[in-house]
């Protein structure tokens, strides 16, 4: 998994000075008195002066956007803010959450509003977890050139590729392991030239393991007959009539596994 | 990396980790549990909630004259978007059997379990359907499955963790659906951690006194929530799905029953006009109105919309007076502040520690009396660390978690956490994180029954804008078999409701009296609501944004 998080990796933020004002609550995004270092990033073509030390979401909330599409939970799991930038002297594409990517000096960035990907509509009841699935839902996976441009892509690190070429086996344990922390941001279906959509493949594959290639669990299904069969009617009537001081004696002498 | 005048600091932490270790293993508590003297005491001087300006009276609505937290009560009192003389109520431009407000988890459950039961629904939501506190929650969903639990015990852990304040029959509903829950979502197709026998892999959170925490890596809510939105795209001939379109008000007939509401387009700032049989409000926290001052651990839109539009309509809030800090949110690097970290993280036997490497609370007290001996350690006995920035936080000694559960654990059961950290040049596994508590969850809400009824006919509500699922404090992993279990129960009854359910004429009468109610009570504010989104603009930039009229934005 943290083949190429090297690339990523920053330096931790200088100290600053005034704690004393932080320090009365833990506070909100709210940037009074602009830190020292700067950098000049270019947001949509647009030259603006932010803290060298904002991610690439506090650094367009800073130049004064307020972001509609664009944001979501705003720590590494909807998938909503996906951006790419270009570096100064640099012709690579570099992709990247908003929320969780520092800028740096010279960077020019655009976010992406949303992503078109297609998904067709399905029964899971009437699905078969096998190579066949994919085959009918999503052909284009059977197109896939290997050139690795969406593990690339990839802000979570995942091996999109390789799941790829496990939907193409009908691997679907293996295709549900390494797309399990897949954000559904969409950079590499964009970037894709077999123009497959990988994140929906990997939802498919996921919902196909859990629900026909999981082990079952033999204590949920006895729970579930005996919650059926109102085993517990009679504690819960108990404990839903007693006072609360009742109640509290109770809770407190309870034991603990 | 952390700055240079910490290390001293995380060298202690490393020297007594070898003696907490015996501890751990010695099978006995860690650190002596509170007792509930020690409990209230903790509470009564250090929780944020408990400091006088945290609370206000709201002067009007239906708890006019309680004390609600104060931000809530400002929200309250504001006024509406709309003027409702320009909207035309005679042909409304979309017609459903069940308006549903929000599409997290409750949201989305709702919505699949209507249309199992016949009920066509419309989705309207302020962002994209699953963004969502649903989509964020790292730890797991409790449930009570395993052999030496059963779901009263799990329902007496959620009773003394909410301090005795939570309605019975709803605690019931939400232990006694839980186990059946768990099935759902697998035949749905969520991937629960297990054991290699099949049995449910469950840890322990904060307040359990038996081990039933159900997950998914540390990606819980986004597999459940992939899963949820997955299922509902579905059903498109059922389910009409509208994005960054969230309602504003809701319509009542003539006679008072919920008869659907105004939707707004923030794109186009167009409102359209939505008839519903019934309505559910699903529309979450309200995280991101950064109560005191705290960093929060919510998604953007967090903003407690449906409160306000329910409470104009005249529903009951209940325990509003009440707030959830996470005891674990980020406190270093500054980029991630506020951020979550799971509470499975303790229940792993990760432990918190101050500047001297030593325990100072047991691991696993319910949240809010974790929080306020977090806070006491740093801000009244000065034993926590201070970052450059000023925050305060105490340690969270990862590194032990790979020592009890061996190598590898934390990189397998903690993707998202050891990401977030590598990130910037700090690898959990290593050293600790520094945590401090952030605003996480709405304890209170709309007031509901079982049914996830209101005191209005036709109104539904699920998830985290209800109040009484958990008294003044909820546990690790309610929230998320909340939100299953009600959403799951509001889209049954509304079904059921909306197969007899007649409505009348479409009225706004009761925005024109709230608003009349604001004057009457000499309330004067530009505070306009719902928020819709928190503002983040620097103060140099709305120095300079002198537009003299704003139309129609979110300004």
Redesign the interface.
Known sequence: ??KT?AK?????????T???????????????E?PKAMVTVYIMGKAHKVPA???IM?AI?????????G????????G?CATVYRLPGDYKIYTGMAC?T?VQEGMWLSQLPAIPGQ?P????DKLEPNVGVFQKLYPEVFRCVACNTCTKACP??LEVMDYIQAAKQGNIEKV?DLS??C??CGLCAIRCPAEIVHYNVG??A??????YL????????K??KE?KAKK?DT??KE??KMK?DE??K???A???? | MYPDYMHDSLKKVDETRQKRLELERSGKNVFPPMTAEEREDVLNKFHPDYKPESRRKINVGPNKGESLTTEVADMLESHSRIDPQLFNLSKPDYETDILIVGAGGAGCAAAIIARQNGARSIISTKLRMGDANSMMSQGGMQAAVTEKDSPPIHYLDAMGGGHFDNKPDLVRALTEDGPEVVKWLEDLGVVWDKNPDGSMYVLHGGGTSRKRMHSCRDYTGAIIMRTLMDEVRNHPDDIKVLEFMPTIELFLDDKGRLAGGILYNMETEEYFTVKAKAVIIATGGYGRLHIRGFDTTNHYGATGDGLIIAYRAGAKLLYMDSVQYHPTGAAFPEQIAGFLITEKIRGAGGQPVNKFGELFVWPREPRDVESAAFIRECLERKNGIQTPSGRWGVWLDSPLIEIIQGDGYINKNFPAMYRQFNRYNIDITKEPMLVYPSLHYQNGGIEINDHCETNLKGLYVAGEATGGVHGRNRLMGNSVLDYNVFGRRAGKFAAEYIKSATIGKLSLKHVTAYENELKKAKIKTDRVAPVLLPLYTSDEVKKRQLTAHYEGTLR
């Open positions: 998994m943290a998080m990523k990796k920053v330096k931790a933020a200088k100290p600053k005034k704690p004393e004002k932080a320090a009365k609550a833990q506070m909100a995004p709210a940037k009074s602009p030390d904002a991610t506090g909330e800073y130049a004064g956007y307020q972001i509609k599409r944001a979501g939970c705003r720590e590494g799991f909807c909503a969780m520092l998904r509509v399905y029964d899971l979570q690190d549900m399990f922390d954000l559904s939802i498919l996921k919902r196909l393991y859990g629900k999981r082990k079952n669990s033999d204590h949920l299904d729970r579930l919650v517990y504690e819960y404990m839903m609360k109640l509290k109770k809770y407190y309870r034991d603990s596994e």
